[in-house]
Structures are given as structure tokens and as C-alpha cells.
């Protein structure tokens, strides 16, 4: 009889390690959500992440970069960085 119970317990217990799994694809999946919050820096390439980097709109679009000098750089001549 104790067994019994132990074995039903046991597939329980299983179940929940299932269930944690599940969450765990969750976490991942909306970590695939927070790097699509990257941008790249028309600048210098480098990959910004759009709530820390420094917004510029130019032609209703909003460009993203890591300082201030490469948005200066940018805001100067932003033809010579925007590919058309
Ligand atoms: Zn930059």
C-alpha cells in the first residue's frame, strides 16, 4: 500500500517538473522578445539597446545610437548613413 502511494507521488512530482519546463521555453521565448529591442548604430554598427541608447528622428523614422557623438555625427549627415 505504501508503495502504491510512493509511485503516485512520484509520477506527481514528475508532472511538476514537466510544468516548470513549460515556464522555463516561457522565459526563454520572451528573452527572444528583449533582443529584438536591439538596434544598430548607423555610426558605428554597434548594437544599442533602444531603451538605454540616445533616439534621433530624422524622415519620421527613429534611429538609435550608443553616445552622443555618433548622434551628432548623424544629425549632422544623415544621408551618408541611411542606405536608400
Ligand atoms: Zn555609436
Do not use: H, N, R, W
Not at 15 to 39: G, M, P, Y
Not at 42 to 64: G, L, W
Request: glycine share 2%; aromatic share 10%.
Amino acid at each position: 500500500m505504501k508503495k502504491i502511494l510512493f509511485i503516485v507521488l512520484l509520477s506527481g512530482f514528475s508532472q511538476i517538473t514537466k510544468a516548470q519546463s513549460a515556464k522555463e521555453k516561457v522565459k526563454v521565448l520572451s528573452t527572444d522578445t528583449v533582443k529584438k529591442v536591439l538596434e544598430i548604430d548607423p555610426v558605428c554598427k554597434m548594437k544599442v539597446k533602444t531603451e538605454k541608447a540616445i533616439q534621433f528622428i530624422y524622415d519620421k523614422k527613429t534611429y538609435y545610437f550608443c553616445s552622443e557623438s555618433c548622434k551628432k555625427a548623424f544629425s549632422a549627415t544623415p544621408e551618408k548613413y541611411i542606405k536608400k
